[in-house]
């Protein structure tokens, strides 16, 4: 299944993008927005394979807000503008729908996303235990790319719908790879901790715990969940010093 995302700042011209989608098996709507702002909110939180977009919109157009994601998905670029289409393939978009388009051209371009979406799966695999090094690193799909990470250098991970994003030291953007919570634990040394059903952490980049509340730097918090307060008292107290 492809989750999506459909754009448009007509209202029924996404509308009729949302029908469409709905009719193509293969294809689960995550969001529909009104605007690239409000999509770009949606993504601060929130992952899509691929994103059915219109360009011409007010505030942001849908060209530059797709230029300006750091990981961007499969695109489909939908438009009433045909001087568009060159512009929308340097930025490798998947197809080009010029409005008005019907069903049949939709699903074409469904198809090619689908395509597109699978070849890329099939080229990277998700991390396995065979595929892993043996020393202290592991390697993860991003931005369908793979990637090396040192585990030492991992400050915590953070679980996102069906999406992780592995917050690193010294860097201001997670990586955010499509994974299970449970699949990353298998892999990970002993000084990591599941603190939380969003949350692990490194043992070892904890600054400060504050009653239910673990403090990673200044600006970042992560609560305790109830399921893993004994689990984590128990590290506490055979590191504890003190009455």
């Known amino acids: 299944m492809i989750r999506c995302m459909a754009i448009d700042d007509e209202p029924l011209a996404l509308k009729q993008l949302v029908a469409y989608i709905s009719k193509v ?3 689960q709507l995550a969001a529909q927005c009104q ?5 770009r909110e949606f993504l601060e939180h929130d992952m899509v394979d691929a994103i059915f977009c219109d360009i011409n919109m007010p505030d942001l157009n849908g060209m530059d807000f797709i230029k300006s994601l750091a990981m961007p998905p499969l695109i ?8 568009y289409a060159v512009e929308g393939f340097r930025v490798n978009a998947v197809d080009y729908l010029l409005k008005p388009f019907g069903l049949q051209d939709f699903q074409r371009a469904a198809n090619r996303l689908k395509e597109r979406f699978e070849s890329s799966s099939s080229t990277v ?8 090094p043996a020393d202290d690193t592991l ?9 090396k990470v040192s585990i030492p250098d991992i400050r915590y991970i953070e679980a996102m719908s069906e999406y992780l994003k592995v917050w690193i030291e010294g860097e201001a953007k997670p990586i955010v790879t499509l994974l299970s919570m449970k699949k990353m634990e298998e892999h990970l040394p002993d000084y990591f901790m599941r603190i939380h059903r969003s949350y692990i952490v490194n043992l070892n980049k904890i600054q400060e715990v504050n009653k239910n509340r673990i403090i990673m730097d200044k ?14 008292q128990t590290f506490l107290d055979k590191r504890f010093l003190g009455k």
Do not use: M, W
């Open 125 to 132: 695999s998700s991390p396995s235990a065979d595929n892993l």
């Open 35 to 39: 605007s690239a702002l409000e999509a």
């Open 25 to 27: 098996p293969f294809l």
């Open 76 to 83: 489909v670029f939908t438009t009433a503008y045909s001087e």
């Open 219 to 232: 600006d970042t918090c992560l609560p305790i969940g109830d399921l893993y307060k004994e689990a984590f």
């Open 139 to 147: 390697f993860l799909k991003t931005d369908y790319r793979i990637v």
